[in-house]
């Protein structure tokens, strides 16, 4: 069995993720979705007997209540344990044999303790320099394997990114922009930023009500260095 493993989408479905998924035999995201039309495209792209498996993260808000905040399941022989957020895993995983989880945005793969840990990254919008991550899970048997795949990024229509001394002043920029009504595409003109930097900054304003300019710093610096 052919499995498509991804992960916070934050409402981008790319071709190439689209593409990958109508090969597999089933598909499993964990979580940060951001709507409905994601599951959607995600339903008309996978073969029409695939299960698809989907659990809510921690930016699907009110239009994901239906979802659940994880999943056990068995697929193919393995028992499967599915969650957005590693933090939140039981202590005890019973024979959970493949662990999927998300919400960093970096890809990892370890075997541990008899176990597959895999957090399939990000194929969603891209933040910094992070790459751009799927994968994809072959069961045959009793035996798995996990293949990495890494989409492309178009790096000829960004703008230069954000120097680390720079960050917050332009944080600050974003949000004095924010509070006057101006829109993602504008500020991003206006400050010459790269626009997917900029829907970031505004994304965490507009889900954690509150936040300062060096609580949104304190965030990305967690999703850099996957703390």
């Given at each position: 069995m052919k499995i498509a493993v991804l992960s916070d989408t934050h409402?981008?479905?790319?071709?190439?993720?689209?593409e990958l998924i109508s090969k597999c035999d089933a598909v499993i995201h964990a979580g940060d979705i951001n709507s409905q039309k994601i599951i959607d495209?995600?339903?008309?792209?996978?073969?029409?007997?695939?299960?698809?498996?989907?659990?809510?993260?921690?930016?699907?808000?009110e239009w994901a209540e239906h979802l659940p905040h994880h999943?056990?399941?068995?697929?193919?022989?393995?028992?499967?344990?599915?969650?957005?957020?590693?933090?939140?895993?039981?202590?005890?995983?019973?024979?959970?044999?493949?662990?999927?989880?998300?919400?960093?945005?970096?890809?990892?793969?370890?075997?541990?303790?008899?176990?597959?840990?895999?957090?399939?990254?990000?194929?969603?919008?891209?933040?910094?320099?992070?790459?751009?991550?799927?994968a994809v899970l072959r069961i045959e048997g009793k035996t798995f394997s996990v293949e990495r795949i890494d989409i492309e990024h178009e790096t000829s229509r960004r703008k230069a990114p954000v120097r680390e001394g720079d960050l917050?002043?332009?944080?600050?920029?974003?949000?004095?922009?924010?509070?006057?009504?101006?829109?993602?595409?504008?500020?991003?003109?206006?400050?010459?930023?790269?626009?997917?930097?900029?829907?970031?900054?505004?994304?965490i304003k507009v889900t954690h009500p509150g936040v300062t300019a060096h609580g949104i710093l304190d965030k990305l610096e967690v999703n850099r260095t996957g703390r």
């Amino acid at each position: 069995m052919k499995i498509a493993v991804l992960s916070d989408t934050h409402g981008l479905l790319r071709p190439e993720a689209a593409e990958l998924i109508s090969k597999c035999d089933a598909v499993i995201h964990a979580g940060d979705i951001n709507s409905q039309k994601i599951i959607d495209e995600m339903k008309a792209a996978a073969k029409e007997d695939a299960p698809i498996y989907i659990v809510r993260g921690n930016n699907d808000k009110e239009w994901a209540e239906h979802l659940p905040h994880h999943l056990e399941f068995t697929l193919a022989g393995m028992n499967f344990y599915v969650i957005h957020n590693k933090k939140e895993l039981p202590s005890d995983l019973g024979d959970r044999q493949i662990i999927i989880f998300g919400h960093s945005h970096r890809y990892s793969e370890e075997k541990k303790d008899g176990r597959l840990w895999l957090n399939p990254g990000s194929c969603g919008k891209r933040r910094f320099d992070q790459d751009i991550t799927l994968a994809v899970l072959r069961i045959e048997g009793k035996t798995f394997s996990v293949e990495r795949i890494d989409i492309e990024h178009e790096t000829s229509r960004r703008k230069a990114p954000v120097r680390e001394g720079d960050l917050l002043p332009a944080i600050r920029g974003i949000l004095k922009r924010m509070d006057k009504g101006q829109q993602v595409e504008q500020i991003a003109s206006d400050m010459k930023l790269d626009q997917e930097f900029v829907e970031q900054i505004c994304r965490i304003k507009v889900t954690h009500p509150g936040v300062t300019a060096h609580g949104i710093l304190d965030k990305l610096e967690v999703n850099r260095t996957g703390r």
